[in-house]
């Protein structure tokens, strides 16, 4: 019998990036590649694991703009074709390397990977969304949620209204699309402020996620850290991430990605292929771009791209057996150590981005598929659970008020506000000003009313943390500044359109079809909570 307990989470997220003005915009693909890398893989180990009948335990949000994005048509249709150019170069690529034997191995394990991938994808018509919900409905994944947009909550929290928006407009959304309504939140960048608990309550919310730091300085100091939750005031409760299993497999330095006989990621066949042969596949400007077909393993931490080896998934899969043997083994030991001094069954929090697993780390969904086995048949020490399971079997835990923190640089908020990107804030602050008197009214026809849910879609575009962390990452930032503007600049018209009672109807319309996340959003709930 186990004496302790082990809890993966995945936080899925990325920012809402659709752009039916345009042909192609290269942002798109960060949803493309998420799907053919991260959520498929996840979907195919989920059935593998059922279809063996193991009873597998995970926790995963899936944030509202990632679901919108997930079962729009548009974005479907275009992942169809991203998907069949894949397709298309990797049955060139075995003709064109016939003179390497290496090469043709690796290409068609490609052609086998993406015809699996296309295979899924046909099956659920496209609608990854029903794909998960599926787990969660048999119990084996708890789908949480996040904030509607990813808002960094603690540079909100002067205006207490637009915290509650972004919490109760995804929890609506949440429900829409699974059912039910959600039990957990991922806050974003689990960033907590105090207070914080008292609005998560309130959208009916049971428990969320902050870094370790948010738990271990708790008032009062918890008993058992970070190996068992906490309650706040509220009735909320509070995981928190543990250090040490997080580092294991999160850091490239310390962690397994950074294994040597491990697909590199930075040396990819868009960048390495003569310009000629791989133009029809990069950009239509002619811009290079990563594919994702990629034929080299990291081979050394200090080696140049130039001197990276031929990947082999062989090998590959070796060492992913061994790493995930050894994170068992960490594990069992970790959870017979704890119990020991707690006296009690430990629960181990490990939360990572599940882009981590497929996209960043190609062997990642191996990993886990391994560990769900291992653990499942190799050991009794502790066993899998997901965090509504949890609750529900130890419904009393000690009471404390959490720190403020997030697991983002530093541990609490200098990454999403910093000399790069603090000129955000102040028009951030306006704008939610601005929405708040808004939401106070009551619309005077059909078209105020549009105009008055739209304004609440463009703030919340707008609050999205992906943007002020690009800025400060120093990645891709004219796209982060051109969609913040964008976005308080379409607010700010229809602010200023409705209180001079004259509504550009042919604009307006334009923009509900360009930001047409929250279909169903209702501009009063930016209302003051009473």
Request: glycine content about 6%; some cysteine.
């Amino acid at each position: 019998m186990s004496i302790g307990y082990l809890a993966l989470v995945l936080h899925a997220h990325l920012p809402f990036v659709r752009h039916p003005e345009s042909d192609y915009v290269l942002e798109e693909e960060w949803l493309f590649e998420a799907i053919t890398e991260t959520y498929i893989p996840l979907i195919q180990m989920f059935e593998g694991l059922k279809r063996d009948r193991i009873e597998f335990k995970m926790t995963m949000s899936l944030t509202p703009p990632l679901v919108s994005m997930l079962r729009d048509p548009l974005l479907q249709e275009r992942y169809d074709q991203h998907l069949a150019k894949l397709q298309e170069l990797v049955e060139k690529e075995v003709d064109h390397n016939q003179h390497n034997d290496h090469l043709v191995y690796l290409a068609k394990h490609y052609i086998e990977e993406f015809a699996e991938a296309r295979t899924l994808w046909e099956r659920y018509s496209g609608d990854l969304v029903t794909a998960f919900k599926q787990f969660q409905d048999s119990n084996n994944l708890e789908i949480i949620t996040c904030g509607a947009t990813h808002g960094y909550l603690p540079l909100m929290k002067m205006y207490p209204q637009a915290v509650h928006a972004q919490i109760q407009v995804a929890c609506e959304h949440y429900e829409e699309n699974f059912g039910r309504p959600p039990r957990g939140i991922w806050l974003p960048e689990c960033a907590y402020y105090n207070g914080l608990e008292t609005i998560v309550a309130d959208c009916g919310l049971r428990y969320f996620l902050t870094d370790g730091h948010g738990v271990l300085y708790a008032q009062p100091r918890p008993r058992f850290g970070t190996y068992a939750p906490i309650f706040t005031e509220t009735g909320v409760a509070v995981f928190a991430r543990d250090h040490e299993s997080s580092q294991q497999v999160w850091s490239s330095q310390v962690g397994y990605p950074g294994s040597p006989e491990y697909r590199e990621f930075y040396k990819d066949l868009g960048w390495e292929a003569e310009y000629e042969y791989i133009k029809p596949y990069i950009m239509p400007n002619g811009q290079r771009k990563n594919t994702g077909i990629k034929y080299h393993k990291i081979t050394g931490r200090d080696l140049g791209l130039a001197d990276k080896e031929l990947y082999d998934p062989y090998w590959a899969k070796q060492k992913v057996a061994e790493h995930a043997a050894n994170f068992m083994f960490n594990r069992e030991r970790q959870v017979e150590h704890l119990q020991g001094i707690m006296q009690r069954p430990p629960i181990i929090v490990s939360p990572y981005d599940a882009e981590l697993f497929g996209h960043w780390w190609y062997e990642g969904p191996w990993f886990l598929d391994l560990l769900f086995r291992k653990t499942w048949f190799d050991q009794d020490v502790y066993a899998m659970t997901h965090l509504a399971d949890y609750l529900q079997t130890y419904p009393t835990q000690q009471v404390c008020r959490p720190a403020q923190s997030s697991w983002g640089y530093k541990g609490f908020h200098e990454y999403w506000l910093n000399h790069t990107n603090s000129w955000i804030y102040p028009h951030l602050h306006k704008a939610a000003e601005r929405m708040i008197s808004l939401a106070c009214r009551e619309a005077l026809n059909e078209l105020e009313l549009r105009a008055l849910n739209q304004a609440a879609r463009e703030l919340l575009l707008a609050q999205s943390s992906d943007w002020a962390f690009i800025i400060s990452s120093g990645t891709m930032v004219p796209y982060a500044v051109r969609r913040t503007k964008s976005h308080l600049m379409r607010f700010n018209k229809i602010y200023e359109d409705i209180k001079i009672g004259k509504i550009d109807a042919g604009w307006l319309q334009k923009v509900e079809t360009l930001d047409n996340i929250f279909p169903n959003i209702n501009y009063r709930v930016y209302r003051p909570v009473m």
